[in-house]
């Protein structure tokens, strides 16, 4: 993974597993690789990992089964919300970029139907 360096780095990993689990690349009740493993997978510190784990915590992604591991939250219900709110995250940065160049939303839409065709 290449990092953005204008973005902490835990943010942008945990991004990265968030999407994994909305896209169904981690699947509800896998296991999440060991917080060294993590932190040898992305090239960063072990305190790094331990954060993007205690993160996902938060959000409710992801729990840590005592003396077991990490797993991926079961709650799919919650993961389909996870999904649904990182959608109209991106939209909205879309939109966003769209009105720096002048763009309404319904020419956005009509230039993102034309790709379409």
Known sequence: MKFDPNRPIWLQVM??????MATGKRLPGTRLPGGRDLAVQYGINPNTAARVYQELE?????????GMGTYVTENAE???TVRQEMALQAVRDFLDSMAVLGISPEEAAEMIR???E
């Open 15 to 20: 991004t990265e597993l968030k999407t994994d």
């Open 58 to 66: 938060k959000e409710g992604l992801c729990e840590t089964r005592r």
């Open 78 to 80: 919650h993961i389909s």
């Open 114 to 116: 034309k790709q379409e």
